[in-house]
């Protein structure tokens, strides 16, 4: 995995380093700006990713609030006699968010 990326970088860099007399201006400014591009993609991607990770604990949460609200339920007697639908509408929240 890392060695590729080592690998990768250091023939890039020796490839724009070689070729440093034959580029011009617009050429380095076309390449500074795929780089730039590539680099913002990654970003995103990782900030996507970190997101998707908290909404999956999120609905861990969501499934651990269900069980112990049962449990309570079981223990002490219903509390709120609506419980059925906040129920349906995690489920909802889950499936679809």
């Known amino acids: 995995g890392h060695g590729k990326v080592h690998l990768c970088a250091a023939f890039l860099k020796e490839a724009i380093q070689e070729c440093k007399d034959v580029l011009d201006d617009a050429a380095i400014t076309?390449?500074?700006?795929?780089?730039?591009?590539i680099k913002n993609e990654k970003v995103a991607a990782t900030k996507k990713k970190v997101k998707g990770q908290a909404q999956k604990s999120a609905k861990r949460?969501?499934?651990?609030?269900?069980k112990a609200k049962k449990l309570a339920n079981e223990?002490?007697?219903?509390?709120?006699?609506?419980?059925g639908y906040d129920e349906m509408g995690e489920q909802y929240e889950d499936d679809f968010f």
């Open 61 to 66: 949460d969501k499934a651990a609030e269900a």
């Open 30 to 37: 076309e390449i500074i700006k795929t780089c730039n591009v």
């Open 75 to 83: 223990l002490y007697g219903d509390s709120n006699q609506y419980d």
